[in-house]
């Protein structure tokens, strides 16, 4: 029997009464007992592990109510290079991932997203700067345009571009060291990249190298105090469902994964079980469908009801952004879902969007007469307005809020998006709270890397990178931003039975941060840091 007791801390429950114990009896894998020191150190026998806290913090394992783990996994294949500032850093960011994932067999190692103009000297890296990184290795870093990539001297001999006859695809450019030279500097433009041929030397990552990627995210997730997290893109063209399965099968999964089958497949991956509530097989479940409705504020293709603050160059002075389907195609979908029983999350950033969604749904419901309990869940929801909370409601719906929105792209949308009055309500996670909606958030992996404490931050602060409030009127209450993240994710999945909280006899998912989100000044909370994470009584991550 597996038995371990932590104790002296304090351990949010997120249970009904928002209680606070001081110890929690873990007993092979479930939640056994809570309360006092006294009362759960007195069920301490010889076969019982005792950790004392010293005054830390145990919350429910964080549960992640959008995102795409794979995509995110995929990146990780990869050098993120969007941050650099000079090139010394980016050959040193190379070193690093040289040194401690080296590509296997003839892959290359891989790097995207440099921006030469935030270098002093606005100079792109050459192969002479990639050669001090390696010369056995092909390296390739494109630029965050992705119409141009510096490549290291084993990558030029790859494309042929070694010698003095070589040949440059048309429209294509190899920079040399000098105008009189035909050595070329490793910098090569357009076509000479991009052209179809010229794009198969470049050896992607295979099935094996994904697999190992997906391990590796997830140590990421834990180390992040995330226990379960979602893939919103399965589909079959993509491989993903493939993945998934045999990450599952091999045992490859340390959190639990819920997929969403994309609108084209979603009927043919899923079938009727009688209830949306599916389970898990090795940590994974294909537990619901997935569509689109518009795109995204920031990139101005969030489709609104009223034009944006300032309208994209090129379009007209009404431009308001645009639907991606049709009301029948959309009310269509809802009802194969219903009829199956399958719980649909939609994406929906703009109010337009949002009020499809909700004319859809609400047809579908006519249409098919269900009474079920599907909890439909609309993803996003920026300008989601205050007088369709009352639909949302109806419904049954549970908005996932990319609240995060206030912080990254704030400024943003206070100046050019929305406007300085409708910015004020993006995410409006104060109105749903009043109007008692059950909601969460989340931060779309890998648009942003999942991060829930920043989430619950963000969801109580509200400020931008600026530092300016957006919307002081939906600031919520510490314990509410738990929530979003723990029990309300768990309700969203159909799991609040399960896990979502600390109380007996559900799953001991854990994490254990070094303060108390309860207790430390709200500006300080994004300083939280996870110390270890347990899931089903295993710790998956300890710093």
Same mark, same amino acid.
């Given at each position: 029997?597996?038995?371990?007791?932590?104790?002296?801390? !304090?351990?949010?429950?997120?249970?009904?009464?928002?209680?606070?114990?001081?110890?929690?009896?873990?007993?092979?894998?479930l939640?056994?007992?809570?309360?006092?020191?006294?009362?759960? #150190?007195?069920?301490?026998?010889?076969?019982? $592990?005792?950790v004392?806290?010293?005054?830390?913090?145990?919350?429910?394992?964080?549960?992640?109510?959008?995102?795409?783990?794979?995509?995110?996994?995929?990146?990780?294949?990869?050098?993120?290079?969007?941050d650099?500032?000079?090139?010394?850093?980016? &050959?040193?960011?190379?070193?690093? $991932?040289?040194?401690? !994932? /080296? =590509?296997?067999?003839?892959?290359?190692?891989?790097?995207?997203?440099?921006? *030469?103009t935030?270098?002093?000297?606005?100079?792109?890296p050459?192969?002479?700067?990639?050669?001090?990184?390696?010369?056995?290795?092909?390296?390739?870093?494109?630029?965050?345009?992705?119409?141009?990539?510096?490549?290291?001297?084993k990558?030029?001999?790859?494309?042929?571009? +070694?010698?003095?006859d070589?040949?440059?695809?048309?429209?294509g450019?190899?920079?040399?060291?000098? /105008?009189?030279?035909?050595? /070329?500097?490793?910098?090569?433009?357009?076509?000479?990249?991009?052209?179809?041929e010229?794009?198969?030397?470049?050896?992607? /990552?295979?099935?094996?190298?994904?697999l190992?990627?997906?391990?590796?995210?997830?140590?990421?997730?834990?180390?992040?105090?995330?226990?379960?997290?979602?893939?919103?893109?399965?589909?079959?063209?993509? @491989?993903?469902?493939?993945?998934?399965?045999?990450?599952?099968?091999?045992?490859?999964?340390?959190?639990?994964i819920v997929?969403?089958?994309?609108?084209?497949?979603?009927?043919?991956?899923?079938? !009727?079980?009688?209830?949306?509530?599916?389970?898990?097989?090795?940590?994974?479940? #294909?537990?619901?469908?997935?569509?689109?409705?518009?795109?995204?504020?920031?990139?101005?293709?969030?489709w609104?009801?009223? =034009?944006?603050?300032? %309208?994209p160059? @090129?379009?007209?002075?009404?431009?308001?952004?645009?639907g991606?389907?049709?009301?029948e +195609?959309v009310?269509?979908?809802?009802?194969?879902?219903?009829?199956?029983?399958?719980?649909v999350?939609?994406? %929906?950033?703009?109010?337009?969007?949002?009020?499809?969604? #909700?004319?859809?749904?609400?047809?579908?419901?006519?249409?098919?007469?269900?009474?079920?309990?599907?909890?439909?869940?609309? +993803?996003?929801?920026?300008?989601?307005?205050?007088d369709?909370?009352?639909?949302v409601?109806?419904?049954?719906?549970?908005?996932?809020?990319?609240?995060?929105h &206030?912080?990254?792209?704030?400024?943003?949308?206070?100046?050019?998006?929305?406007?300085?009055?409708?910015?004020?309500?993006?995410?409006?996670?104060g109105?749903?709270?009043?109007?008692?909606?059950?909601?969460?958030?989340?931060?779309?992996?890998? &648009?942003?890397?999942?991060?829930?404490?920043?989430g619950?931050?963000?969801?109580? *602060?509200?400020?931008? $990178?600026?530092?300016?409030?957006l @919307?002081?009127?939906?600031?919520?209450?510490?314990?509410?931003?738990?929530?979003?993240?723990?029990?309300?994710?768990?309700?969203?999945?159909? $799991?609040?039975?399960?896990?979502?909280?600390?109380?007996?006899?559900?799953?001991?998912?854990?994490?254990?941060?070094?303060?108390? =989100?309860?207790?430390?000044?709200?500006?300080?909370?994004?300083?939280?840091?996870?110390?270890?994470?347990?899931?089903? @009584?295993?710790t998956?991550?300890k710093?």
């Amino acid at each position: 029997m597996d038995r371990k007791i932590y104790f002296n801390g !304090n351990i949010i429950t997120v249970d009904k009464e928002e209680s606070v114990k001081e110890a929690i009896l873990i007993e092979n894998g479930l939640i056994k007992a809570l309360g006092t020191n006294e009362e759960i #150190l007195s069920k301490c026998d010889e076969s019982t $592990e005792k950790v004392d806290l010293c005054g830390k913090t145990i919350l429910p394992g964080f549960i992640d109510p959008h995102g795409h783990v794979v995509a995110t996994a995929q990146t990780l294949m990869i050098v993120t290079l969007s941050d650099v500032t000079s090139r010394e850093e980016l &050959v040193e960011r190379l070193k690093k $991932e040289l040194n401690e !994932n /080296p =590509p296997q067999g003839d892959k290359w190692l891989i790097g995207f997203g440099y921006d *030469n103009t935030k270098f002093e000297d606005g100079q792109h890296p050459t192969k002479f700067d990639l050669d001090s990184v390696s010369k056995e290795v092909p390296i390739t870093v494109s630029h965050a345009s992705g119409h141009l990539a510096c490549v290291n001297s084993k990558a030029l001999e790859l494309y042929g571009y +070694v010698g003095d006859d070589y040949v440059v695809p048309e429209g294509g450019v190899v920079r040399t060291v000098s /105008p009189d030279s035909k050595e /070329p500097n490793g910098v090569l433009e357009e076509n000479a990249i991009l052209d179809s041929e010229k794009k198969k030397v470049v050896i992607s /990552p295979g099935f094996e190298d994904v697999l190992r990627a997906v391990e590796r995210v997830q140590k990421v997730y834990a180390s992040l105090g995330i226990t379960t997290t979602q893939d919103a893109s399965v589909e079959l063209s993509n @491989g993903y469902t493939h993945i998934l399965d045999t990450c599952a099968n091999t045992g490859k999964l340390i959190i639990d994964i819920v997929g969403l089958a994309t609108q084209p497949v979603t009927t043919q991956l899923m079938t !009727n079980e009688g209830t949306p509530k599916r389970e898990y097989k090795n940590h994974y479940k #294909l537990a619901g469908g997935k569509t689109w409705l518009d795109g995204s504020p920031q990139g101005f293709t969030a489709w609104l009801s009223k =034009p944006y603050h300032v %309208v994209p160059e @090129g379009f007209d002075s009404d431009y308001c952004g645009y639907g991606t389907q049709s009301d029948e +195609v959309v009310t269509q979908y809802f009802v194969d879902c219903i009829n199956l029983n399958i719980q649909v999350h939609t994406h %929906v950033n703009g109010d337009e969007a949002c009020a499809q969604f #909700l004319r859809c749904y609400k047809k579908a419901l006519e249409i098919t007469g269900s009474k079920a309990d599907l909890r439909p869940v609309m +993803v996003h929801c920026q300008a989601l307005r205050k007088d369709q909370l009352k639909d949302v409601k109806e419904i049954g719906a549970i908005p996932t809020f990319f609240n995060d929105h &206030v912080r990254f792209w704030g400024d943003l949308h206070h100046d050019e998006v929305f406007g300085p009055e409708r910015a004020q309500n993006i995410s409006p996670i104060g109105w749903a709270l009043e109007e008692g909606i059950k909601f969460t958030l989340h931060q779309d992996p890998p &648009v942003k890397f999942p991060n829930q404490i920043l989430g619950i931050h963000n969801a109580v *602060n509200r400020k931008t $990178e600026s530092g300016r409030v957006l @919307g002081e009127h939906q600031r919520i209450p510490v314990i509410e931003a738990i929530k979003a993240v723990t029990i309300n994710g768990a309700y969203q999945y159909f $799991e609040e039975d399960i896990k979502g909280s600390l109380e007996v006899g559900k799953l001991a998912d854990l994490v254990i941060v070094d303060k108390n =989100p309860l207790t430390i000044p709200v500006e300080e909370l994004e300083t939280i840091q996870v110390l270890e994470t347990i899931k089903e @009584g295993k710790t998956i991550f300890k710093k």
